[in-house]
């Protein structure tokens, strides 16, 4: 985008009526705060000189988002036009055109900037985002002049029946050359609220003949607003939708949209399925030809082509190419499975690389743990990682084969091809090729020593 272009988002307000805690622009919206979804609106349209305004919580908000630079108090919440007042140093130094916009509009698309700004430049004029919806319950209404231009807005609080029964509403997204500016000096609190509105401006500059023009956007989803947990919640069902038709429309088979759940900020490949129950959150991105579910859960990690999940869960953790994994595994954060390895029912993974083509089939837990290629970890081999102060790492080396209920005490090493007796638990390493076994021989007592000892011990 042009770089005269700059922005400021307001994000001060209390949102007093998501009744909450937490600030209402941090509340989760597909996975990430709602001001995350405006910040990245921007990042897309290529606006990156941009102030945040907050106030309510202020600190909590600003931890969210280190990498942001512009930060702007409004000690006390007076109105949008004093929130966009208080970046004032930052607007005195604004060139071209300066995007006003609010950061409890999560759904607005980077296309419908770069929109506004195009007609913006055409007109010479400012532009507001406008939508005709069927509702405009709670939104401000636009009025119109003759010419089809903003004549002024209506908060919903003020308006007569006749205004209220407009149902063309203010988005709360402006575009205003540098020249506008001046008009914000010029709001005053005159109004039922007693709050200095942001939409007043639309008012001042047509009586100075500069009269705003309105781009109406082709999707009225994007411009909705939470205010309440149940939009939030409305929000979040736009939203699912939306990814899920976007997989859709790319090539991935969704069996069932209904219980599938997919953030925004998940990539799948194409030819890839998506079974009941699955949730995708996070920045996870799945290959192609992958079958992913049912009810699987992965979060944060990157799954390679032709992967196998099912009923399990994977977390932060990489999957390469043709791995399968479950049913009911549970892989942790920092886990690397190389191409073509195998886990399978009832194993954890911590923090653990498995070298290519190595199987960990059965009731294992393996934690701390480089595993190299084509090993074979027999059922309910576990690491004993943890010796109640510190972790240790276990290392398998390729071609290791570990029976059966085998305990691995770490620190601790299993040398190329060597072998391990079920049952046994090592304490030492094992050298290359070896066999160790580390376990009490079998002891068969005679049946009659045996029934003397009974009686002795009735
Ligand atoms: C606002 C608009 C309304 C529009 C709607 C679209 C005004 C006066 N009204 O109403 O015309 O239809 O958005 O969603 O602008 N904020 C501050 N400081 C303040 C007050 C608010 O930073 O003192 C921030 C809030 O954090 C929020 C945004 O400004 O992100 C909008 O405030 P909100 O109270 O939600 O306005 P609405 O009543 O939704
Ligand atoms: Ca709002």
Redesign the pocket.
């Given at each position: 985008m042009d770089p005269q272009v700059q922005a400021v988002v307001?994000?001060?307000?209390m949102?007093t009526r998501m009744k909450s805690k937490v600030p209402?622009?941090l509340h989760p919206l597909g996975g990430k705060p709602l001001l995350w979804h405006v910040l990245h609106t921007l990042d897309e349209a290529g606006i990156e000189k941009r102030a945040i305004?907050v106030?309510h919580l202020a600190e909590q908000v600003k931890a969210a988002f280190p990498e942001e630079k512009n930060w702007f108090l409004?000690a006390q919440?007076?109105?949008?036009a004093?929130?966009v007042a208080m970046a004032r140093e930052f607007l005195a130094q604004a060139q071209g055109f300066v995007f006003i916009l609010?950061?409890?509009?999560p759904l607005l698309r980077s296309q419908t900037l770069q929109e506004m700004l195009a007609l913006a430049q055409e007109t010479g004029r400012g532009v507001l985002l406008g939508a005709k919806v069927a509702d405009p319950t709670?939104?401000?209404r636009l009025i119109r002049n003759e010419e089809g231009l903003l004549a002024k807005?209506v908060?919903e609080k003020d308006a007569s029946p006749e205004e209220r029964a407009i149902c063309e509403?203010?988005?709360?997204v402006y575009c205003l050359p540098k020249g506008n500016l001046w008009a914000l000096a010029k709001i005053s609190n005159n109004n039922k609220q007693k709050?200095f509105?942001?939409?007043d401006i639309v008012e001042i500059l047509a009586q100075a003949g500069d009269n705003l023009a309105i781009y109406t956007t082709p999707d009225p989803d994007e411009?909705l607003?939470v205010?309440s947990r149940r939009q939030l919640a409305e929000l979040e069902a736009i939203m699912r939708e939306r990814k899920l038709r976007e997989l859709l429309d790319s090539g991935v088979t969704i069996v069932d949209p209904a219980s599938t759940f997919v953030a925004p900020t998940v990539e799948v490949g194409q030819d890839s399925t998506i079974l009941p129950f699955t949730i995708l959150e996070g920045e996870t991105a799945i290959g192609e030809d992958c079958i992913i579910g049912p009810r699987s859960r992965i979060a944060g990690s990157k799954i390679g082509n032709g992967c196998r999940i099912q009923e399990s869960i994977v977390l932060e953790s990489v999957m390469e190419e043709g791995v399968s994994v479950g049913p009911f595994a549970y892989i942790r954060p920092g886990t690397i499975v190389r191409q073509g390895a195998r886990v399978g029912d009832f194993v954890e993974l911590k923090n653990s690389t498995i070298g290519p083509g190595s199987k960990v089939p059965h009731l294992s837990y393996i934690g701390d743990c480089e595993i190299g290629a084509g090993v074979n970890i027999g059922a309910g081999t576990i690491t004993c990682n943890y010796d109640g102060v510190h972790k240790h790492r276990t290392i398998i080396e390729d071609g290791a084969f570990i029976g059966s209920n085998t305990n691995l005490v770490a620190p601790i090493k299993v040398g190329q091809n060597a072998l391990v007796g079920a049952g046994s638990t090592l304490t030492e390493e094992v050298p290359p090729g070896a066999l160790a076994i580390a376990r009490a021989r079998q002891v068969n007592l005679p049946k009659k020593e045996k029934n003397i000892s009974k009686q002795e011990n009735p």
């Amino acid at each position: 985008m042009d770089p005269q272009v700059q922005a400021v988002v307001l994000a001060a307000g209390m949102g007093t009526r998501m009744k909450s805690k937490v600030p209402k622009v941090l509340h989760p919206l597909g996975g990430k705060p709602l001001l995350w979804h405006v910040l990245h609106t921007l990042d897309e349209a290529g606006i990156e000189k941009r102030a945040i305004v907050v106030g309510h919580l202020a600190e909590q908000v600003k931890a969210a988002f280190p990498e942001e630079k512009n930060w702007f108090l409004q000690a006390q919440q007076l109105g949008t036009a004093h929130a966009v007042a208080m970046a004032r140093e930052f607007l005195a130094q604004a060139q071209g055109f300066v995007f006003i916009l609010y950061g409890d509009t999560p759904l607005l698309r980077s296309q419908t900037l770069q929109e506004m700004l195009a007609l913006a430049q055409e007109t010479g004029r400012g532009v507001l985002l406008g939508a005709k919806v069927a509702d405009p319950t709670g939104y401000g209404r636009l009025i119109r002049n003759e010419e089809g231009l903003l004549a002024k807005i209506v908060e919903e609080k003020d308006a007569s029946p006749e205004e209220r029964a407009i149902c063309e509403i203010n988005a709360g997204v402006y575009c205003l050359p540098k020249g506008n500016l001046w008009a914000l000096a010029k709001i005053s609190n005159n109004n039922k609220q007693k709050e200095f509105y942001l939409t007043d401006i639309v008012e001042i500059l047509a009586q100075a003949g500069d009269n705003l023009a309105i781009y109406t956007t082709p999707d009225p989803d994007e411009i909705l607003g939470v205010n309440s947990r149940r939009q939030l919640a409305e929000l979040e069902a736009i939203m699912r939708e939306r990814k899920l038709r976007e997989l859709l429309d790319s090539g991935v088979t969704i069996v069932d949209p209904a219980s599938t759940f997919v953030a925004p900020t998940v990539e799948v490949g194409q030819d890839s399925t998506i079974l009941p129950f699955t949730i995708l959150e996070g920045e996870t991105a799945i290959g192609e030809d992958c079958i992913i579910g049912p009810r699987s859960r992965i979060a944060g990690s990157k799954i390679g082509n032709g992967c196998r999940i099912q009923e399990s869960i994977v977390l932060e953790s990489v999957m390469e190419e043709g791995v399968s994994v479950g049913p009911f595994a549970y892989i942790r954060p920092g886990t690397i499975v190389r191409q073509g390895a195998r886990v399978g029912d009832f194993v954890e993974l911590k923090n653990s690389t498995i070298g290519p083509g190595s199987k960990v089939p059965h009731l294992s837990y393996i934690g701390d743990c480089e595993i190299g290629a084509g090993v074979n970890i027999g059922a309910g081999t576990i690491t004993c990682n943890y010796d109640g102060v510190h972790k240790h790492r276990t290392i398998i080396e390729d071609g290791a084969f570990i029976g059966s209920n085998t305990n691995l005490v770490a620190p601790i090493k299993v040398g190329q091809n060597a072998l391990v007796g079920a049952g046994s638990t090592l304490t030492e390493e094992v050298p290359p090729g070896a066999l160790a076994i580390a376990r009490a021989r079998q002891v068969n007592l005679p049946k009659k020593e045996k029934n003397i000892s009974k009686q002795e011990n009735p």
